[in-house]
């Protein structure tokens, strides 16, 4: 018996949350990986058929006794909306897409705008909800973003606003609102096997100011005022000369911004989007800041969007987990 109904749930979400993970599982890999009694998981997966959050699957193959009854997530039992926001070369793209429990997409569109004020993304919510119907959105925005207010931001538009109660007011939505280079650590750890205790994310774009997201034992490292990875502040001149610097040395400024991000955090691995750059002239000019004893694991990547998808659908899944607390607030 449960103690409470907070109790239950919490149960009821140990399970979901590792048909999120592994999609699939029998009762006795549930009852495994949850610490849940066999009766305890019976129970949760009779409710669970019964609103089709999962369905029944083969059965897996007998080993002499009786076969082990297999149980499948059902994607469309949720769909969650995504938003990436992005300024490039004074150009400003969002990328939207509708998934499923399943991460699989459902509806996808790429919208292009001189100026991005928050009637034009009102629209876009309500053209993504004609389409298909969701309860939650996440947004990955180029901007500090402190609990719903944007500050820093590439789109000037956006600048000191609540965005997130203005959201959540008119389109009737849970809303989160991420720092893109915070977005895109959050897709990074989703689709790996983070053995690492402490990564640095660091973004160069070839046309704006640098981002760097902190991820220290199982935790984003935001800062008292969500500003913390904002390498645009470290003192390698200002805006302006930073500006300059990214246009006539780019491998320069990158190397300074992980320098110091080395010799701050001393991070075990870091993951770099920095498409003017050339990696091994990177590692080589490296050498010159940090011993390489104190250089972490650097890797390279080319894409970060399907990261920044990743992540969307990431702060989506969290913003839907039932939370103990919520029963004592």
């Known amino acids: 018996m449960y103690k409470s109904k907070g109790e239950k749930d919490v149960s009821i979400q140990c399970v979901k949350d590792y048909f999120i993970e592994h999609k699939t599982a029998t009762k006795t890999e549930l009852a495994n990986a949850t610490h849940l009694s066999l009766a305890t998981v019976t129970n949760i997966l009779k409710g669970l058929l019964e609103t089709k959050y999962i369905q029944r699957i083969e059965d897996e193959e007998s080993t002499g006794g009786r076969k082990a009854k297999r149980y499948q997530i059902c994607g469309q039992y949720m769909l969650f909306g995504l938003m990436y926001l992005q300024n490039i070369q004074q150009h400003i793209r969002v990328q939207v897409r ?14 292009h705008f001189n100026s991005l004020p928050v009637e034009k993304i009102l629209f876009i919510i309500e053209e993504m909800k004609s389409h298909f119907d969701f309860s939650y959105l996440s947004i990955s925005i180029p901007a500090i973003a402190d609990r719903g207010l944007v500050s820093k931001c590439d789109i000037e538009e956006l600048e000191n606003i609540q965005l997130k109660e203005k959201i959540e007011s ?23 096997s983070i053995s690492k205790d402490s990564i640095a994310f660091i973004y160069q774009p070839d046309n704006h100011h ?23 502040y470290l003192p390698n001149g200002s805006l302006q000369e930073q500006e300059l610097l990214l246009k006539e040395n780019p491998l320069l400024l990158l190397v300074k911004q992980s320098a110091s991000v080395i010799s701050v955090m001393n991070p075990s691995h870091m993951v770099l989007y920095a498409p003017c750059v050339n990696e091994s002239d990177f590692k080589q000019k490296m050498d010159q800041y940090i011993p390489q004893i104190h250089q972490p694991n650097f890797e390279f990547i080319e894409n970060m969007d399907e990261y920044t998808f990743k992540g969307l659908n990431h702060l989506c899944i969290e913003q839907s987990r039932y939370k103990l607390k919520k029963e004592n607030e």
């Open 98 to 111: 509708i998934v499923d429990l399943d991460d699989v997409i459902v509806y996808e569109k790429t919208y």
């Open 170 to 192: 008119a389109a009737k939505l849970q809303v989160s609102i991420e720092n893109d280079a915070n977005t895109a650590m959050l897709g990074y750890i989703y689709t790996h």
């Open 210 to 232: 640098s981002g760097c997201s902190l991820y220290v034992h199982q935790a984003i490292i935001y800062g008292a005022t969500h500003f913390a990875g904002e390498l645009g």
